[in-house]
Nanobody
Framework: VQLQASGGGLVQPGGSLRLSCAAS????????MGWFRQAPGKEREFVAT????????YYADSVKGRFTISRDNAKNTVYLQMDSLKLEDSAVYYC?????????????????WGQGTKVTVSS
């Protein structure tokens, strides 16, 4: 499956952005989807994941209550709504797809990756 992330940009602290990740090539609804991020000089870290149906989600503690992951299987797209953004949310955000049905938070558990979209939170 091919993944294309978009929606990044420059936003002030407290602002919002919505990232999108469009999938193609395989049956999108067969994949658990995840969002990860990587700040300069840091390792890539888990942000959120969503089940095949969208009925189950899981978030990193650092974004819980501020970010919302969702998916539209008819559009082969997964979203990450980011609200109340903080300076420390600045990073390149990656979407990823996992062939297995169980949720996962490690980068090694995901099989396909998008190219990343940059989010900069700055005043």
């Amino acid at each position: 499956v091919q993944l294309q992330a978009s929606g990044g940009g420059l936003v002030q602290p407290g602002g919002s952005l919505r990232l999108s990740c469009a999938a193609s090539g395989r049956t999108f609804s067969n994949y658990v989807m995840g969002w990860f991020r990587q700040a300069p000089g840091k390792e890539r870290e888990f942000v959120a994941t969503i089940s095949w149906s969208g009925g189950s989600t899981y978030y990193a503690d650092s974004v819980k209550g501020r970010f919302t992951i969702s998916r539209d299987n008819a559009k082969n797209t997964v979203y990450l709504q980011m609200d109340s953004l903080k300076l420390e949310d600045s990073a390149v955000y990656y979407c990823a797809a996992r062939r297995h049905s169980t949720a996962a938070v490690s980068t090694s558990s995901y099989d396909y990756w998008g190219q990343g979209t940059k989010v900069t939170v700055s005043s």
